[in-house]
Nanobody, 114 residues
Framework: QVQLVESGGGLVQPGGSLRLSCAAS???????MGWYRQAPGKQRELVAT???????TYVNSVKGRFTISRDSAKNTVYLQMNSLKPEDAAVYYC?????????WGQGTQVTVSS
């Protein structure tokens, strides 16, 4: 089992930045890690992923604005979000994925509003 705890969400004005963190209860070195988001009335959407080797992918809407990274020594994954837009507002979830298991955090709320 891996427990994931997200933090770093909050209220930010359009154009602002936030850094989300996802702290794992044990080593995540074997997992591909991802950030998802879900806005009210919408399906959960994959935002960014990072493999155990450090390869990253992003949904088109966040390319150039968001950066996913991982710190294996701290068992933590980050999502740096810059130039935030109102449409980025959602609950953001952390995911740890392997061929045998999927783990989710409870989410952190991001609100983008002036």
């Amino acid at each position: 089992q891996v427990q994931l705890v997200e933090s770093g969400g909050g209220l930010v004005q359009p154009g602002g930045s936030l850094r989300l963190s996802c702290a794992a209860s044990r080593s995540i070195s074997i997992y591909a890690m991802g950030w998802y988001r879900q806005a009210p009335g919408k399906q959960r959407e994959l935002v960014a992923t990072i493999t155990s080797g450090g390869t990253t992918t992003y949904v088109n809407s966040v390319k150039g604005r968001f950066t996913i990274s991982r710190d294996s020594a701290k068992n933590t994954v980050y999502l740096q979000m810059n130039s935030l837009k109102p449409e980025d507002a959602a609950v953001y979830y952390c995911n740890a994925h392997s061929a045998f298991s999927d783990y989710w955090g409870q989410g952190t709320q991001v609100t983008v509003s002036s």
